[in-house]
């Protein structure tokens, strides 16, 4: 049986015996957009950290608790220069003792799940020439659901 709606965010999957229609299929669209036109890749960072925080699966758990760090530091304005340059010895893979990525084990997850208002399938709807205010839109209301689930510290 061909699920309904994502496993990890509960975005809806329109009936995908007419293509891929996941969320990795979501994902590759807005990476394609950002390959095919540069500018759209100033939300890069953005739209790489919202889709991985909806399906924490990707992430152990020291890795999600990163990432949403991440999310606030971003969505209160700095940039990733200034994130990059704070952070650099901390996350160095050579010195830094957790992992971003999950291991059998330690897979990121959020208990009880969030209900997610906004997901990768809503930027890809609203459509390319709304790209980059889609994804701002997204990590915004990423960050209310987050707070109304009690997840956001």
Request: charged letters at 20%.
């Amino acid at each position: 049986m061909i699920p309904t709606t994502c496993s990890h965010c509960g975005a809806p999957l329109p009936d995908q015996t007419q293509g891929e229609n996941t969320c990795d299929a979501y994902l590759h669209q807005m990476l394609f957009w950002e390959q095919e036109t540069p500018i759209l890749g100033v939300v890069h960072h953005l739209m790489v950290l919202c889709y991985h925080l909806q399906h924490p699966h990707h992430y152990s758990t020291a890795g999600l608790a990163h990432a949403k760090t991440l999310l606030k530091s971003f969505l209160a304005g700095e940039s990733t220069e200034t994130i990059r340059r704070r952070q650099r010895e901390a996350v160095n893979s050579s010195k830094r003792r957790w992992t971003v990525t999950a291991r059998a084990g330690d897979e990121g997850r959020y208990d009880p799940p969030v209900a997610w208002s906004y997901r990768a399938a809503d930027v890809v709807a609203a459509g390319k020439e709304a790209y980059i205010a889609s994804v701002r839109a997204w990590a915004a209301a990423l960050q209310d659901d987050l707070h109304t689930s009690g997840h956001w510290e």
